[in-house]
């Protein structure tokens, strides 16, 4: 299964087709430009501080936590998130991106005087779950400003996507088309046998990624 199809899977696991930065990047060009890792550490230092990155990774692993599968660290999401900004999302998304971490880290230190990353998991997921709550509501108000729109130009307008929803999209789409996230997390055979339209699944069986 190659990154074509893992993207296609993964956007029926997030219910929404996945934003255009990162379909270019899965579909085009982030292997080619990410074959030297010397190159690779230098654009993402770059870009990213300490802090996000630090930021990042313990985003991605709240998302998806280490349980009896993987969690996202260990599938090595925190990086592929550096290498999507750095080498496939525009400045002006990034600069949103960023704009979202640091949004965050001030909301932290409002409830609970302190930085993100040096807050209680509890209190981590509460602040996530706030950021998840403000992407909904601002992804509902852009499709009813669509909705009432006149004109054909106005309904297709590209909306600029929440950072929440960014960061979730990115964090599932790099753990499901990982190794890890691709055999472990889910029911990988390498080889598939004969094609079964309707099998019943049982208790705790994984979801299929063949």
Same mark, same amino acid.
């Given at each position: $299964?190659?990154?074509?199809?893992?993207?296609?899977?993964?956007?029926?696991? $997030?219910?929404?087709?996945?934003?255009?930065?990162?379909?270019?990047?899965? !579909?085009?060009?982030?292997?080619?430009? @990410?074959?030297?890792?010397?190159?690779?550490?230098?654009?993402?230092? @770059?870009?990213?501080?300490?802090?996000?990155?630090?930021?990042?990774?313990?985003?991605?692993?709240?998302?998806?936590?280490?349980?009896?599968?993987?969690?996202?660290?260990?599938?090595?999401?925190?990086?592929?998130?550096?290498? $999507?900004?750095?080498?496939?999302?525009?400045?002006?998304?990034?600069?949103?991106?960023?704009?979202?971490?640091? @949004?965050?880290?001030?909301?932290?230190?409002?409830?609970?005087?302190?930085?993100?990353?040096?807050? /209680?998991?509890?209190?981590?997921?509460?602040?996530?779950?706030?950021?998840?709550?403000?992407? !909904?509501? =601002?992804? /509902? =108000?852009?499709?009813?400003?669509?909705?009432?729109?006149?004109?054909?130009?106005?309904?297709?307008?590209?909306?600029?996507?929440?950072?929440?929803? !960014? $960061?979730?999209?990115?964090?599932?789409?790099?753990?499901? @088309?990982? =190794?890890?996230?691709?055999?472990?997390?889910?029911?990988?055979?390498?080889?598939?046998?004969?094609?079964?339209?309707?099998?019943?699944?049982?208790?705790?069986?994984?979801?299929?990624?063949?």
């Amino acid at each position: $299964m190659d990154r074509r199809e893992a993207m296609l899977r993964v956007a029926a696991l $997030m219910g929404s087709a996945v934003s255009a930065p990162l379909l270019s990047g899965l !579909m085009y060009s982030c292997q080619s430009k @990410t074959s030297n890792n010397q190159d690779t550490d230098t654009k993402t230092t @770059t870009v990213v501080s300490d802090k996000h990155k630090a930021m990042i990774e313990e985003i991605t692993e709240l998302i998806i936590p280490k349980t009896s599968t993987p969690g996202a660290k260990e599938a090595k999401v925190p990086e592929y998130v550096l290498i $999507m900004l750095a080498d496939c999302y525009p400045q002006q998304e990034q600069q949103r991106f960023f704009k979202g971490l640091d @949004t965050l880290d001030e909301r932290a230190k409002q409830a609970y005087g302190t930085e993100f990353v040096d807050c /209680k998991p509890d209190q981590q997921v509460a602040l996530l779950q706030k950021e998840e709550e403000l992407a !909904m509501a =601002e992804q /509902k =108000e852009q499709r009813k400003i669509k909705a009432q729109a006149k004109t054909r130009e106005e309904r297709e307008k590209q909306d600029d996507p929440p950072f929440f929803s !960014m $960061m979730k999209e990115m964090t599932i789409v790099g753990y499901f @088309t990982s =190794e890890a996230g691709a055999t472990k997390a889910t029911a990988y055979v390498q080889v598939p046998g004969r094609f079964e339209a309707c099998t019943d699944l049982q208790p705790g069986q994984k979801v299929w990624a063949t």
